[in-house]
T-cell receptor, first 114, second 112 residues
Framework: ETGVTQTPRHLVMGMTNKKSLKCEQH?????MYWYKQSAKKPLELMFV???????ENNSVPSRFSPECPNSSHLFLHLHTLQPEDSALYLC?????????????FGPGTRLTVT | AQTVTQSQPEMSVQEAETVTLSCTYD???????LFWYKQPPSRQMILVIR??????QNATENRFSVNFQKAAKSFSLKISDSQLGDTAMYFC?????????FGAGTQVVVTP
């Protein structure tokens, strides 16, 4: 238990569906992250939020839309996804978004796009 | 740009033996941290050990220790007295200014 929770743990959606992934951290951290983990590839950083402001968007397609309403919650809204978007989506948090700290990860959401 | 390279896709070790995982990196930053994370079959990413680049002393955490060679930009992980629960994917990561760059990972399999 790292203090970072993600829901749902598994999600199957069609290409025309709209769904959201949720992440919550109970560590009092100020920075939150979304990563994509595909088979045979390194973790890919998608978005970084620091003090609820987006500070990084790594050329992620617009069909992925992040939202950070407060420093404890992070969402990833999904719409019109493609089969190649099937992956494990990991959320992480750290004390600050600009410092030198380790990140604490949630258990991930396994997404399958059919 | 920062890069992290793990050249061993998979390693097998017997219980109670020692295994060493290699990691090399490249960065133009003077301040950075290095980490090893473990991802068991549950997929939960767990921090194993961290090393501040400005510290010469190698970090140790119970059975896990690192060999940090800053000039060579090398950061290897040694797992001593391997246990079945150490079976996992191990990722080397370079951290700087709030971001982590991960290597491709090394799958460690501990056999009885």
């Amino acid at each position: 238990e790292t203090g970072v929770t993600q829901t749902p743990r598994h999600l199957v959606m069609g290409m025309t569906n709209k769904k959201s992934l949720k992440c919550e951290q109970h560590l009092g951290h100020n920075a939150m992250y979304w990563y994509k983990q595909s088979a045979k590839k390194p973790l890919e950083l998608m978005f970084v939020y620091s003090l609820e402001e987006r500070v990084e968007n790594n050329s992620v397609p617009s069909r992925f839309s992040p939202e950070c309403p407060n420093s404890s919650h992070l969402f990833l809204h999904l719409h019109t996804l493609q089969p190649e978007d099937s992956a494990l989506y990991l959320c992480a948090s750290s004390p600050e978004g600009q410092g030198f700290y380790e990140q604490y990860f949630g258990p991930g959401t396994r997404l399958t796009v059919t | 740009a920062q890069t992290v390279t793990q050249s061993q896709p998979e390693m097998s070790v017997q219980e109670a033996e020692t295994v060493t995982l290699s990691c090399t990196y490249d960065t133009s930053e003077n301040n950075y941290y290095l980490f090893w994370y473990k991802q068991p079959p549950s997929r939960q990413m767990i921090l194993v050990i961290r090393q501040e680049a400005y510290k010469q002393q190698n970090a140790t955490e119970n059975r896990f220790s690192v060999n940090f060679q800053k000039a060579a930009k090398s950061f290897s992980l040694k797992i001593s007295d391997s246990q079945l629960g150490d079976t996992a994917m191990y990722f080397c990561a370079l951290g700087s200014w709030g971001k982590l760059q991960f290597g491709a990972g090394t799958q460690v399999v501990v056999t009885p």
